[in-house]
């Protein structure tokens, strides 16, 4: 089966001299995916691997660029999701891990539970042996003076990717710093199964972007994933979500990426701005700037 990777770098508005650089980035992380599943990584390799691309670049709200909390502190949340074993690891709240997405990828094949939180989820990164940082490392110059200046536009750069391996295993992993100047201990989305994202190999994957409180009460990636086993491809199953968002929760500002189960790739967005990358079935990149 011919593999295909999509990755997302967050929905909401931000200025246009920004969408290259970010553009630049995605291309970047779905190169790095697409190699993954090429040379015969699984799903859940090509995702973790473009993430953590996107989690070191300091232009997206994941690992270094985060957007500070209302006490100027990181803090971080991630999932990944296997659609063959419909399994997920996330964690929430942690303020010393490098690669979130790599810890929740730990909590699922190497401890009994699910999600991890806060101190607990640091110290079980610690105990894995996974990279640590102080939490400083995490902030850009640039989410220093947006906490300086109490900007609390945004969340607008969530990262996120879903992959189909030659096996024909679906994965999907979303990675955030959540809103800027959240009350500290907020957690949105992105860690949720079934809302930041979700993958069921039978049928299809999801990642999600944009603001998480309306993307938690949607079942955002769930909603997608089901129109897809409802018959609907990756494309038509990514509209249908952002219309049912818009319906019930307006203004909803949220995105998402979809992959079914063909390899077919789709996105959609409430907010201004997507910003995308995808290699498709046939092995060609695509990164369209995307607006309404
Ligand atoms: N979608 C990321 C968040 O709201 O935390």
């Known amino acids: 089966m011919p593999p295909a990777i999509i990755v997302h770098g967050g929905a909401w ?3 246009d001299a920004e969408d290259a650089p970010k553009t630049e980035y995605l291309r970047q992380a779905a190169r790095a995916g697409y190699a993954v599943l090429c040379s015969g990584g699984s799903a859940l390799d090509a995702v973790e691997k473009a993430v953590n691309i996107l989690e070191d670049a300091p232009l997206f709200d994941a690992g270094i660029g985060s957007h500070l909390n209302a006490d100027g502190i990181v803090e971080m949340d991630a999932i990944i999701v296997d659609g063959t074993a419909l399994d997920f690891g996330a964690v929430a709240g942690v303020q010393r891990v490098r690669y979130p997405v790599s810890l929740a990828r730990q909590v699922m094949q190497r401890t009994p539970h699910k999600l991890f939180v806060g101190a607990g989820a640091d110290a079980l990164a610690a105990k894995l042996g996974l990279e640590l940082m102080p939490n400083i490392a995490f902030v850009t110059p640039h989410e220093w003076q ?8 945004g969340p607008s750069d969530t990262v996120g990717a879903c992959a189909l391996d030659a096996q024909g295993h679906l994965a999907a992993a979303t990675s955030t710093g959540g809103s ?9 989305d992105s860690p949720i199964f079934g809302a930041g994202a979700y993958a069921d190999s039978a049928f299809g994957a999801a990642s999600a972007t944009g603001l998480g409180e309306n993307i938690l009460r949607a079942l955002l990636c769930k909603h997608a994933v089901d129109q897809i086993a409802a018959g609907q491809d990756a494309q038509a199953a990514a509209d249908a979500a952002i219309t049912h968002i818009e319906r019930r929760f307006r203004p909803s500002m949220a995105g998402l990426i979809t992959i079914d189960q063909q390899g077919r790739l789709g996105f959609a967005h409430s907010s201004p701005k ?9 092995g060609h990149l695509h990164a369209p700037e995307h607006r309404r």
């Open 13 to 15: 508005d931000w200025p």
């Open 146 to 153: 947006r906490f300086l200046d109490k900007d609390t536009s």
């Open 180 to 188: 800027p100047l959240k009350m500290p201990g907020r957690v949105g």
């Open 274 to 282: 997507i910003a995308v990358a995808y290699i498709d079935a046939n």
